[in-house]
């Protein structure tokens, strides 16, 4: 069966993606994706063919990408990210369906992980992952899951937290939590992840801009332990307080 | 100031691993970690130094490697999965604290992710991780988390599901979620992750059998619009039932 690659590539620098990820790219005949994406690819393997087209047209995207593959050509569908979580997989899944291709997820570094190293380890204990984006989930669900993690005391990792099209919701979420959490609660915020212009701000639930979130930006909402000590925002998991037992 | 990394190597083959992990790993003097992790890397770098004690000695085993640092060695603590979700990089950050030891975490691919890619795509919305051992965390905690995510829909991910001093969380996990969640919904079971005796279950939440689940094991629990088809777990994006939108 034709082989068809699904490959997060992580945040953006080449040496974080996964040794597999680069062994599909180098097998791969075609490399699909957003012109963003495409673009952090490009200069490792610059002879392959590609093809790559707008933001919104994911399905269109995936459709001419998988007509390649019906033709015979191995394809690698990439994104930033792991394209398992909020990425194509399932979209080129779906729309495989039926089709004689054999579709192999190549996961990768989310920004959830990369951006939990630049904070320093803030996801030490159970924690929730929300994309603020209503474009494809109503808002009201959004609102419920941001209560219920914030109630249940989740480290709360938000995706997609700003946009033009959605100024706000960063701001609702916050007065959501603020019901929750207290005011100083530690937040992180991380920036263009591994490119150019990567960012990481340190503040709390109260004190936090959201002017300084973007829809390049990841943001981390500590829990109860949560702490931010020299420049790092840690969650204990709780191993030293358990000392006297588990040495 | 001296290096120190703390590195996730992913699920545990070594073509897994990012490309930065593998550089950090080749810098280092020592590398530093639980038995079975130190077997992974062991035969890349077969020449390095090694330091490796038991499975519940994690302070022990940070004091010793940060010691090591301070005498002037480049140490790399290497974990499974990805040091900043449940790791190590929480205690060594917690224990380096006043010492001029520059702590660098390399994320890996955490089971959420390889897991995922090997059942399909579940993981294309919102989702929270839960671990269901209450070593380090109260069980009437971890009780709250697991309805509050299944109240709210969120696809759920459990790490540590099963072992032998807590055999029953599982089940009873399973009895939170029917509350809020069909029986019919769709659980995937994934074992041994990229290792020998990997294993896949496709099943529902009313059929799981909790004696396929152990300690090596990381279980999704779909949300309202997961489903399985041809053998693949699948949470839809949303992309196609917003097609007349936003093609």
Known sequence: MQKFYVIGIGPGAPEEMTIRAKQALAEAD????????????????PDKEYLQNGMTGEIKRCQLALEKAKEGKT???VSSGDSGIYGMAGLVLELAQG???????????????????????????DFAVISLSDRLTEWDLIVKRLNNA?????????????SKGRPD????????????????????IVKNIGRTGE??????????NIEDVDMFSTVFIGNRQTYIKDGKMITPRGYLEKKGNHQ
Do not use: W
């Open 30 to 45: 075609i490399i699909a994706g957003y012109g963003t994406y495409i673009d952090l690819v490009k200069p490792l393997f």
């Open 75 to 77: 394809v690698a569908m």
């Open 99 to 125: 089709m004689e291709i054999d579709v192999e997820t190549v996961p990768g570094i989310t920004a959830a992980a990369s951006g939990a190293s630049l904070l320093g380890a803030p996801l030490m204990h």
């Open 150 to 162: 914030a109630e249940a005391d989740f480290i709360i990792v938000l995706y997609n937290p700003r």
């Open 169 to 188: 919701h960063i701001d609702r979420a916050r007065e959501i939590f603020l019901q929750y959490k207290s005011a100083s609660t530690p937040v992180g």
């Open 199 to 208: 960012t990481v701000i340190l503040t709390t639930l109260g004190e936090m």
